[in-house]
């Protein structure tokens, strides 16, 4: 079976396969424009989002933003008139690894929030894709009356208040934006950008453009050529007792830098406090407990060097202002006062782009943490931040503690374990966090106390992740490839406007088309529904849908899944088959479980079950069964017998 489609459950329950979606007049000028097996879907069940797909064809303007901006103004039932005119460039990825182009509706020169066109095209410059969240019917709030220095002033008031001491770094960056309101309406507002020091970071103010009201503001920094020589810890298995002499590659040459600082084609390591190593010779042997901050900027380096490496070399990036020069990207090491390490756009007010690393102890005495450049993991994750954002992807562009945010956090997690093989990361520094666990949607989006935050709440998508890697080849390379397809599926996906977990694993089934023409999809679903983010139950003010496989007669769906302990646990697969057809459905252990199950119709939650597995003992379970006599959607929920949990696969059969 290929990828699942979408249903999306009405409020009085709606026994459909489909969901309620106007296709008319709108697919047939996709179809005039693009052929007639091009379809019309939903991305969700708010009018503006869907998705075009069919068979490639070549747009005149070939592929890239012109391509996109052109299709857009031929489609005017979809997009409304003279669309092309009011898209932005975010990213142009049509020759890369994924074939996709993104960008972003604005308004008199204001981006909207959350309102994106992403494009598919094949190796041959095609197109396969068009999907979008652009709102055609979006009506301009309110005009701004608070210019750009008014709001930089306000949010840099605000920010004195808030930060007595504070030192701001720098001229300030202010964007307008058109940004959803908290009653569902919208509103024009300045996002304004500040590097600080004292406490370091990259704050960033949102400032209502009609009243001057500082609508929030936040620290939004992560919490968070040559060859020489250097003593270095090469990974956290390293550390304490083994440190090694390394080679230090990209640094730059002799008539460049005569002095041999740690500055390198693409990174170079400053000290906060000013006592930069140099060595003529490139020989950086320090020793980690005789010469801390020495060490600790060697490590900076030797990691963030690697990282680049890595990123070009595995995960094929390349052609990226900052990732590819004309300039080398700055961290600081041993900032004094900064429990925490982090990427920032904006490190010391210039507009350029950098690292910042806490100092051994400087997270107080009921923490003796380590410098955090000494910790592989914490650098490697936050390289990954800076690739995301040099890519243009901008998970970091949301509200603290969202989802979005939280997507953030464990891709920055999944990739720094990757890099090792080791799926706890940031243990040097005394703070862990395991991407190996078993943690679902919703039971643990409230993991700080009761609230959502976005490391802890990211564990989940990490863990489906690390899960990924353990079940199909080449996962890094899917799950990076997917970040370009990340779109919001506004009325299906767990939240409107910012991207979460149901948006994530729409894009890698998305990803595998392109990449492995659907291979994967099996898995992948199966992995999302034992992460609980396929459903049936939600989080607090989340909204709820649920993808489905549609079956013929004839058709098999195979998949796996793996059920937690817990009262009430159990893992959905939904489906849709002809009405009366007959059904087999099969469940087989795969560690530690003794499978069963349920079959019901899938109208609402609570799940409406009809019947159970008619055989089972502790290897599999099974039922042959015949559906009702009308067709609908349907759901097996794996569970666990005998209060037991573990893996599993699972088969459904829909009779000839």
């Not at 391509?67 to 142009?92: H, K, N, T, Y």
């Not at 049509?94 to 994106?116: L, P, W």
């Not at 949010?155 to 030192?167: S, Y």
């Not at 799940?607 to 009308?630: C, G, H, I, N, R």
């Amino acid at each position: 079976m290929g990828r699942p489609r979408v249903f999306v459950p009405g409020r009085e329950g709606r026994r459909r396969a489909e969901a309620p979606f106007l296709a008319d007049a709108r697919e047939g000028e996709a179809r005039e424009r693009l052929g007639p097996e091009w379809r019309l879907e939903p991305l969700g069940a708010r009018t503006g989002g869907w998705a075009l797909r069919g068979p490639a064809v070549r747009l005149p303007e070939g592929a890239g933003y012109a391509a996109v901006r052109g299709i857009a103004s031929r489609l005017p039932a979809l997009f409304g008139p003279q669309a092309g005119a009011r898209l932005e460039p975010v990213f142009d990825r049509a020759s890369g690894a994924s074939g996709v182009v993104r960008m972003q509706q604005t308004v008199d020169g204001a981006r909207v929030a959350g309102a994106d066109v992403i494009a598919g095209f094949d190796a041959d410059g095609r197109l396969t894709l068009l999907a979008s969240s652009y709102r055609a019917d979006l009506e301009p709030p309110e005009g701004s009356r608070i210019a750009a220095p008014e709001a930089e002033a306000l949010a840099r008031a605000g920010l004195l208040a808030a930060h007595p001491g504070i030192t701001i770094l720098g001229a300030p960056r202010s964007e307008p934006w058109i940004w959803p309101r908290p009653d569902g309406g919208d509103a024009r507002l300045w996002i304004v950008r500040y590097a600080t020091r004292d406490p370091w970071g990259s704050f960033v103010a949102r400032i209502d453009a009609v009243t001057g009201t500082v609508l929030s503001l936040e620290n939004a920094a992560q919490t968070k050529a040559r060859t020489g020589e250097g003593i270095v810890y090469r990974s956290n298995a390293d550390y304490p007792n083994h440190p090694r002499a390394e080679k230090i590659t990209g640094l730059q040459g002799a008539d460049v830098d005569p002095a041999g600082h740690l500055e390198g084609m693409h990174v170079r390591v400053l000290d906060e406090k000013g006592s930069r190593v140099a060595s003529s010779k490139l020989r950086y042997l320090y020793y980690p407990f005789e010469e801390w901050d020495a060490f600790d900027q060697v490590s900076a380096y030797y990691h963030l060097q690697r990282a680049h490496v890595r990123f070009q070399k595995t995960l094929g990036v390349h052609g990226l202002d900052w990732f590819d020069g004309p300039e080398s990207v700055a961290a600081i090491a041993n900032v004094r006062n900064l429990c925490n390490a982090y990427y920032t756009g904006d490190l010391v007010g210039d507009g350029k782009p950098g690292f910042a690393f806490g100092d051994q102890l400087s997270c107080g005495a009921s923490i003796q943490n380590e410098d955090y450049a000494r910790d592989s993991d914490v650098v490697y994750h936050e390289y990954t931040h800076a690739i995301v954002d040099w890519e243009g992807i901008g998970l970091e562009y949301a509200p603290m503690d969202s989802y979005q945010r939280a997507l953030a956090e464990a891709d920055a997690d999944y990739h720094a374990a990757e890099f090792t093989g080791d799926p706890t990361v940031g243990e040097v520094v005394g703070l862990p966090r395991s991407v190996e666990g078993t943690k679902t949607y919703p039971l643990d989006v409230g993991c700080s106390y009761g609230f959502p935050e976005e490391h802890c709440t990211g564990a989940i998508w990490s863990g489906l992740l690390w899960d990924l890697r353990g079940t199909v080849r080449r996962a890094e390379k899917l799950e990076f490839t997917s970040l370009d397809y990340l779109v919001d599926h506004p009325g299906a996906s767990h939240t409107p406007v910012w991207l979460d977990f149901w948006d994530a694993a729409i894009a890698l089934f998305d990803a595998d088309e392109h990449l492995n023409g659907g291979q994967n999809a099996a898995i992948i679903y199966g992995l999302a529904a034992s992460r609980g983010i396929f459903g049936p139950r939600t989080y607090s003010g989340d909204s709820m849908a649920y993808p489905y496989q549609a079956m013929e007669r004839g058709s098999r769906f195979k998949s796996i899944g793996w059920v937690t302990a817990g009262a009430g646990n159990g893992v959905p697969y939904y489906f849709s088959a002809p009405a009366g057809s007959t059904v087999s459905i099969k469940v087989k252990t795969t560690g530690g479980l003794h499978p069963d199950f349920l079959l019901g119709e899938a109208i609402g939650y609570p799940l409406e079950y009809f019947t159970v597995a008619s055989a089972k003992d502790t290897q599999q379970a099974t039922l042959v069964t015949d559906l009702p006599a009308v067709e609908g959607l349907y759901v097996v929920t794996v569970r666990g017998a005998d209060a037991t949990s573990g893996s599993f696969q699972v088969s459904i059969v829909v009779e000839k």
